[in-house]
């Protein structure tokens, strides 16, 4: 014959431990014991011996139902003071037990799946929210660009107008421009506030001339014609401008066109 216990949770102060023999009498004792627990009657005296010597006792200040033949367990003590140490699941509370265990098992495989999903769809959120953001800087940046830059085929257009303007002043004879000649003075000095006037414009609008002379010749910047030697320059050193380069708005629409020393 096995004994077997029953630890049944009353309340949080209250703990019954039920040691029995499985038999049909001390089943039936167990379920009176029960049903005095829960309307909160105190189990009859007269029934506390039963067909396997079974009987009331207390174990660790917990009222318990007990029979002659106990098992020890860890921590606790039976009727008769003795140490506890192992304790056998019940028979009646197994396949409550299982069933309860499969309902969590899958509640939990449920929970593992829901937050997969839900970490993959935050992932692609976020992924979604970055490539937005990315979109929208450089929208922001190509309507800034072309709010900046939409006018540079028109001033490249207007440059080669600024180049036959500063050829035409260059070619007139400052000692021809004199009072002696009202005609020429007159239109030279048109040409000039013409020149100055369409200048203010270029720099108005971020339109700046380059004038690279004396200084090192940068790829970037300009552009070669011919090298030729210099005594008293350094290899690399712009010698002659040809044409001077313009930038806009730090962007380099022409480069100038120089001629570049050679070293010896």
């Known amino acids: 014959?096995?004994?077997l216990p029953i630890r049944v949770f009353?309340?949080?102060?209250?703990?019954l431990l039920v040691w029995f023999d499985p038999c049909v009498y001390c089943v039936m004792a167990l379920r009176s014991f029960q049903r005095c627990l829960r309307l909160g009657l105190n189990y009859p005296k007269s029934a506390t011996n039963m067909c396997c010597s079974g009987k009331l006792s207390w174990v660790n200040n917990h009222q318990t139902f007990t029979t002659s033949k106990t098992i020890s367990r860890e921590n606790s003590t039976d009727a008769s003071g003795e140490p506890l140490k192992k304790e056998v699941e019940s028979p009646l509370e197994t396949d409550s037990e299982r069933k309860l265990k499969l309902e969590i098992e899958k509640l939990n495989e449920d929970i593992g799946i829901i937050t997969k999903k839900s970490q993959e769809l935050e992932d692609k959120y976020k992924r979604a929210l970055a490539d937005g953001e990315n979109l929208r800087k450089r929208l922001t940046k190509q309507i800034d660009d072309a709010k900046i830059f939409g006018i540079q085929n028109f001033c490249k257009d207007l440059l080669e107008v600024a180049d036959i303007l500063a050829k035409a002043t260059e070619s007139v004879p400052k000692e021809e421009v004199s009072d002696s000649n009202p005609h020429l003075k007159s239109l030279y000095e048109g040409l000039v506030m013409t020149e100055l006037q369409l200048q203010k414009v270029f720099k108005k609008h971020g339109l700046v001339p380059m004038n690279p002379i004396e200084e090192k010749f940068d790829p970037n910047l300009h552009e070669a014609l011919f090298q030729?030697?210099?005594?008293?320059k350094s290899a690399g050193t712009i010698v002659v401008v040809s044409k001077i380069g313009y930038k806009l708005h730090e962007r380099v629409i022409r480069p100038a066109l120089v001629g570049v020393a050679k070293g010896p």
């Open 1 to 3: 014959m096995f004994i």
């Open 10 to 15: 009353v309340d949080k102060k209250k703990t």
């Open 228 to 232: 030729q030697e210099v005594q008293g």
